[in-house]
């Protein structure tokens, strides 16, 4: 069959972004908050009363999440089009109205002593939410007075939120040209269509034109870009320390349930295990037929190797390649990913005016999940298919759970989707009918140990220093290019002979308001996906079970717990971060060894 590559939100609410049932919803979650908020005046501490107002926040929580991915998922396909800027305030104002009445309950939770708050939890209406009002409580720990709070959450929608905003305008403005060194033509493209090429450009001459143009672009908007990021950073550390907060890792790290134990041990492990990506890059030059390795080159496409030329992968093959070996490992992953397909979950197309990147996003009221990306038929693109997928499959298997069990952290929340991409990229290796073939899939394999291993942990060396310099004032385009270009000496181990310094400027990530240091939960459910794929491999007939069991205790249990729970490893320790690790270099020998003919 033929699948659509346009999604569906019209079952979300019909009508586009004026939809009388948006606006039917804005209302109902306002009156929800205000109802919340009189509840609250008269609030006991009894299970029942507790159990009352956690049902109706998490009502709400269901209603913002629901309204946020219609609205993103609008602006996503019509990317800079300033009429979603009055919805996303709206939003915006919503959410910040909600979290006045949720510090109040917060702080409710915390006024029964320790004892009593025990004994709530084990209410049968309680009980499966009992981490995460543990986690509200701890939070109340840190809140100031209710005046204060409120005027804090209201400053956030001009201030952190604010700045956010204000980069995804300055990005959508950009544009820059190129020359395509087959054609000799001159093209301007915008700055999310090069995003898009400098990945999958297989032309060396051409990726590094674009590559130094798109360079440029950022460098001519550095003074703009470099104003927002010290001004979303500023309102960061400000709000961090008024609650008490002593270090800019300590947030994040609660954020991602898991310790700076286990941090600085995965964190240890990366760095010692670096030198195996050398001879690796050394190979990919000669196969490129490079003298140097540049930015863009990281993970270039090989597409020329012997009498081999990669075809392009219809969609369609693509969706029924997934949903087969998704079958091998998980039935229920496959008849999940065939449903997506089939009820339009998914758009792919690709077509000018989209927003760069991909993401997955949960329709709470509607117990579905909603995929955005852009599909070129590149060897790539299945496993980012599969990618998202998987996280819309860890979603799908909490929606009989409160919505308080679906709050699991983005560390975790890689693990699912970086395990689905995992499964793809094995299965196409091992689906290769010649070395040759076999040689480009390995290649497009290493494209997520290159990224976990090498650029996101750049992306975090950057991040931590620039905080550290943020404390003590603003920081200049130049001093952040020199910090940038710091951690990706660091990072790549100098692997790098031309670097993108102005990569803190291009990067969507640092400019998120919601989520800071949006890096290392990467290399963390990278590596943990690992794990659980070894042990997939090792009883496949009892592994869906266990994998299910897993996906379900996310939001349950810090990341340390979940290991020891179902993994029955120690995370802190570095024996389960380092096998993941050897399962890179025995790619890397294959790739070594597999290339040796066709030098």
């Known amino acids: 069959m033929g ?15 004026s939809s009388p049932a948006l606006e039917a919803k804005y209302q109902a979650v306002a009156q929800d908050i205000k109802l919340f908020e009189q509840d609250l005046i008269s609030a006991e501490t009894s299970a029942d009363s507790l159990a009352d107002l956690s049902d109706l926040a998490q009502k709400i929580g269901s209603g913002l999440g629901t309204i946020s991915i219609f609205i993103n998922g609008w602006a996503s396909v019509d990317y800079g089009n300033s009429i979603y800027g009055p919805h996303f305030a709206k939003l915006g104002q919503l959410f910040a ?10 702080k409710l939770l915390l006024s029964l002593n320790e004892s009593a708050f025990r004994d709530v939890l084990k209410s049968p209406r309680l009980e499966p939410i009992a981490f995460y009002l543990s986690e509200l409580r701890t939070d109340a720990k840190r809140l100031l007075d209710d005046q204060t709070e409120t005027l804090i959450n209201q400053f956030d929608l001009d201030g952190q939120q604010a700045w956010s905003q204000h980069y995804d305008t300055i990005s959508a403005g950009l544009s820059m040209t190129y020359t395509d060194d087959n054609d000799g ?4 493209i915008s700055a999310g269509q090069a995003l898009n090429m400098l990945d999958g450009e297989p032309d060396n001459k051409t990726r590094a034109n674009i590559m130094t143009n798109y360079e440029k672009m950022w460098g001519n908007a550095e003074n703009l870009t470099a104003d927002t990021l010290n001004h979303l950073a500023g309102f960061r550390l400000t709000n961090q320390k008024a609650h008490g907060r002593q270090s800019h890792l300590e947030q994040p790290l609660e954020m991602n349930r898991m310790s700076q134990a286990t941090l600085d041990t995965m964190w240890s492990v990366v760095d010692n295990n670096k030198a195996m990506f050398k001879p690796y890059f050394e190979r990919k030059k000669q196969l490129l037929g490079l003298t140097q390795l540049g930015w863009q080159d ?28 998704f079958g091998k490992f998980s039935p229920k992953m496959a008849s999940f990913a065939k449903m997506a397909f089939e009820k339009r979950w998914i758009e792919s197309e690709n077509r000018p005016g989209k927003q760069p990147g991909g993401y997955m996003e949960s329709v709470p009221d509607l117990h579905e999940s909603r995929i955005f990306l852009t599909y070129t038929g590149s060897v790539n693109d299945a496993a980012t298919i599969a990618h998202e997928l998987g996280h819309a499959f860890h979603s799908a298997q909490l929606t009989d759970l409160p919505l308080w069990r679906d709050a699991y952290a983005m560390n975790v929340a890689e693990t699912a989707s970086t395990f689905a991409e995992l499964i793809v990229n094995d299965a196409n290796v091992k689906a290769a009918t010649s070395d040759a073939e076999k040689l480009v899939l390995l290649d497009a394999k290493m494209t997520n140990p290159i990224a976990m291993f090498l650029n996101i942990h750049a992306r975090f060396l950057f991040e931590d220093a620039f905080y550290k310099e943020r404390q003590h004032g603003v920081v200049t385009p130049q001093k952040l290019n020199a910090l940038m270009d710091e951690a990706q000496i660091s990072a790549f181990d100098g692997i790098l002979d031309v670097r993108h310094p102005h990569f803190w400027s291009s990067k969507l990530h640092f400019f998120i308001d919601s989520v800071p240091f949006y890096n290392f939960p990467y290399t963390f459910g990278y590596l943990f996906s690992a794990g659980i794929y070894a042990e997939a491999q090792k009883d496949p007939n009892g592994f869906e079970d266990k994998y299910i069991a897993l996906l379900r205790d996310t939001a349950n249990m810090t990341s340390e717990a979940l290991a020891q729970k179902h993994l029955g490893v120690d995370l802190t320790q570095p024996d389960f971060w380092q096998a993941g690790a050897d399962l890179i270099q025995q790619d890397i020998n294959d790739f070594l060894r597999l290339s040796e003919q066709f030098i």
């Not at 699948?3 to 972004?17: A, C, F, N, V």
């Not at 190797?305 to 369609?316: L, T, W």
């Open 3 to 17: 699948y659509s590559q346009t999604w569906d939100l019209e079952s979300i609410y019909p009508g586009g972004i």
């Open 97 to 106: 109205d909600f979290a006045t009445p949720m510090n109040k309950f917060k």
């Open 185 to 188: 033509k001159t093209r301007r």
């Open 298 to 325: 990281q993970v270039a496409p090989l597409t020329s190797i012997g009498n081999y030329q990669p075809a392009e992968v219809s969609y369609d093959d693509a969706a029924d390649f997934i949903v087969t070996q």
